[in-house]
């Protein structure tokens, strides 16, 4: 792994969510490997996955730098992608998000990343359930709509990222719940059926087809684009886990 500060935080990550990114690098829509992986064949996956995910970190994060990067170029950087931040601003730059700098820290980008596919998902919601989330995470002041939810997440990434952090999660759950009774997806689907996996999956990009033609992107970024909003997702939960230790110390 080239050392990368942006990734080094996959290291205090809960195994789960360390599966599910390992999943989302290591197979394709159908459940197969993938043609370009290499973690499959590697010491640390036979002796870590699925249940020591923590002692494989640094692969992970090294098969997701070298995703990010062309083959020709990862020899020029001796078999290592690029940066995580590159990847992240890429993945940004290809899906659209606005307001996105090449200036902006690797949190940043993710947290703008995340607003915009909590927007999609938005979609799918009715005005109830939009107002079930809001009143679940305590959000008062904006409306029950979409609009505003949406300017409520704008402003808590700014002022209050534990609550944004709970937003976010919310929005994600309704979604699975959404996703499950219209019977797109069912329980123990595997990664599909893990947290923030539904929307790495086939499943999720199927209610996001209005934003990305997905069908015709690059195998590239069919593997970092999932894997960036698993990083991103990952990243929110830790970084609300440090502030909860920090406010009860």
């Known amino acids: 792994m080239k050392t990368d500060m942006d990734l080094q935080f996959l290291q205090?990550?809960?195994?789960?969510?360390?599966?599910?990114?390992?999943?989302?690098?290591?197979?394709?829509?159908?459940?197969?490997?993938?043609?370009?992986?290499?973690?499959?064949?590697?010491d640390s996956y036979l002796s870590c996955y699925p249940d020591n995910m923590k002692g494989m970190w640094r692969d992970l994060a090294a098969e997701l730098q070298c995703y990010g990067g062309n083959t020709l170029m990862n020899l020029f950087r001796h078999g290592h992608g690029p940066k995580y931040e590159s990847i992240v601003y890429d993945v940004c730059q290809k899906m659209g998000v606005e307001n996105v700098g090449k200036h902006?820290?690797?949190?940043?980008?993710?947290?703008?990343l995340l607003i915009a596919v909590s927007s999609k998902a938005m979609e799918e919601m009715t005005e109830e359930q939009i107002r079930a989330v809001m009143e679940e995470c305590g959000v008062k002041g904006y409306d029950y709509t979409r609009t505003g939810l949406l300017a409520a997440l704008l402003t808590l990434r700014l002022v209050n990222k534990r609550v944004f952090a709970y937003v976010i999660e919310a929005i994600l759950k309704m979604?699975?719940?959404?996703?499950?009774?219209?019977?797109?997806?069912?329980?123990?689907?595997?990664?599909?059926?893990?947290?923030?996996?539904?929307?790495?999956?086939?499943?999720?990009?199927?209610?996001?087809?209005?934003?990305?033609?997905?069908?015709?992107?690059?195998?590239a970024y069919r593997v970092t684009i999932p894997a960036v909003i698993q990083v991103a997702y990952m990243r929110m939960k830790y970084q609300e886990k440090l502030n909860r230790n920090e406010e009860a110390a």
Do not use: F, H
């Open 12 to 42: 205090y990550c809960n195994n789960e969510d360390l599966r599910a990114l390992c999943d989302i690098l290591v197979y394709d829509n159908k459940g197969e490997l993938r043609l370009s992986e290499s973690l499959s064949i590697s």
């Open 104 to 112: 902006d820290t690797a949190e940043d980008m993710e947290q703008k």
């Open 175 to 219: 979604l699975m719940e959404i996703l499950m009774v219209r019977g797109i997806i069912r329980a123990g689907l595997g990664l599909l059926s893990r947290g923030v996996g539904v929307l790495c999956g086939p499943v999720g990009w199927i209610i996001l087809t209005g934003w990305t033609l997905w069908d015709i992107m690059g195998p």
